[in-house]
């Protein structure tokens, strides 16, 4: 299978990005610490600026995070035990067999599946980890909800990439060729203000494609039509992400 060639979607969103997005629990990586052989060395693979790696650093003696997008590193937020190396996930520089556990936080489904898995098993421990995971649409009000749907569904349908049905599908569909192991069920909860929230939809590839390929940005009429249904101006709503964990036993 050949290869894909890095899709630099969020580069030049990097400080929105680390604004706006959802933060996961530390309850996922306290668990994770739970099923490792050995805590030495964490490999958070596609870490953005550093969102798991922060929390994976708690538990783990060394993370080496990892991301083709220089501008995203340049925002990660540092500790003393987390090594940024700028490299692709299917080539790290990580050595054979050193790896207690593969972290991947909303970024499997970029990457080419075959070589990935295979780098996997060049540099987990017998025994070791990997877990990817995904977080699709917020649960939210009913009212709230039905136009972030539409946006999503009607509004951008053209222009997701394929790779992001995946996440839509909360990784049902990805191949996942190791031993399954069960995952307690695990969310993101933020309250969040009508700037907030569209600040993260912002962020959005689909959005930034449609940009890109039209010239012309839903978000203004579309937060007009949000605050047709937002509580008050300066209401905070609840949203959930659900999330989605592929766990297995290299």
Wanted: proline share 6%; aromatic share 12%; net charge negative.
């Amino acid at each position: 299978m050949a290869e894909k060639n890095f899709k630099d979607l969020f580069s030049d969103q990097s400080a929105q990005y680390k604004t706006f997005r959802p933060q996961y629990p530390e309850s996922i990586f306290k668990w994770l610490a739970t099923q490792t052989p050995s805590t030495h060395l964490a490999w958070d693979c596609g870490t953005g600026n550093g969102q798991a790696a922060v929390k994976l650093a708690r538990y783990f003696k060394q993370v080496i995070a990892t991301d083709p997008s220089a501008e995203q590193l340049k925002l990660a937020t540092t500790a003393e035990n987390i090594e940024y190396r700028c490299e692709v996930a299917e080539h790290s520089t990580l050595t054979d067999h050193s790896v207690d556990l593969v972290c991947i936080a909303q970024a499997l489904h970029w990457f080419d599946f075959e070589s990935f898995y295979r780098e996997v098993r060049r540099v987990v421990k017998p025994g070791g980890i990997i877990c990817g995971i995904a977080y699709g649409l917020p649960v939210t009000e009913p009212t709230i909800l039905e136009k972030i749907k539409h946006l999503h569904n009607v509004v951008l349908k053209e222009y997701w990439d394929q790779e992001r049905q995946l996440v839509a599908d909360l990784y049902k569909d990805i191949p996942f060729p190791f031993e399954s192991i069960a995952t307690p069920p695990f969310s993101v909860e933020k309250e969040m203000t009508i700037e907030e929230i569209t600040g993260y939809l912002k962020t959005w590839s689909g959005l930034k494609k449609m940009i890109k390929t039209t010239g012309q940005d839903p978000m203004p009429s579309f937060t007009e039509e949000l605050r047709s249904v937002w509580p008050a101006a300066n209401a905070k709503v609840k949203f959930v992400w659900n999330l989605a964990l592929l766990c297995g036993r290299v």
